[in-house]
């Protein structure tokens, strides 16, 4: 997420010392909570949305950025956390992301117990 990265290190320098070290990486730069319409930043592989399905329409995966036309597939992130005014649900089901505030500036998340997630035992961390 760049609105974590140091604020001297541009989206470009992150993406170009991924692939250096490893060229057949997918970067994935976190676009935020969206359906996916938006580029907050770029380069990316993929483009992300979460907590919001996808346009009626569905997902364009050719875009264009700075003139140049790409292809970003979509990428869904599930949510289910709980923060401040408590359980947060993704409208697609509960799986897992979840937020670390020690240092950042807000208050973490709270995961749910990974028996809430995965009732029938089936689970992977």
Same mark, same amino acid.
């Given at each position: 997420?760049? !609105?974590?990265?140091?604020?001297?290190?541009?989206?470009?320098? =992150?993406?170009?010392?991924? #692939?250096?070290?490893?060229? !057949?990486?997918?970067? =994935?730069?976190?676009?935020?909570?969206?359906?996916? $319409?938006? =580029? !907050?930043?770029?380069?990316?592989?993929?483009?992300?949305?979460?907590?919001?399905?996808? +346009?009626? $329409?569905?997902?364009?995966?050719? #875009? $264009?950025?700075?003139?140049?036309?790409?292809?970003?597939?979509?990428?869904?992130?599930?949510?289910?956390?709980?923060?401040?005014?408590?359980?947060?649900?993704?409208?697609?089901?509960?799986?897992?992301?979840? $937020?670390?505030?020690?240092?950042?500036?807000?208050?973490?998340?709270? +995961?749910?117990?990974?028996?809430?997630?995965?009732?029938?035992? =089936?689970?992977?961390?």
């Amino acid at each position: 997420m760049m !609105n974590w990265a140091p604020p001297n290190l541009a989206a470009q320098e =992150i993406y170009d010392a991924l #692939r250096s070290l490893q060229p !057949n990486a997918v970067v =994935i730069f976190n676009q935020h909570v969206q359906d996916g $319409t938006k =580029i !907050n930043y770029f380069p990316t592989d993929v483009v992300n949305g979460e907590l919001v399905l996808l +346009p009626a $329409t569905g997902h364009d995966a050719a #875009r $264009t950025v700075a003139g140049a036309t790409y292809y970003l597939p979509f990428e869904y992130s599930l949510v289910c956390q709980s923060r401040e005014g408590g359980y947060k649900y993704d409208p697609l089901g509960p799986s897992c992301w979840f $937020t670390y505030g020690e240092g950042k500036g807000f208050v973490p998340s709270h +995961p749910f117990p990974a028996e809430a997630l995965a009732p029938n035992g =089936i689970c992977s961390v």
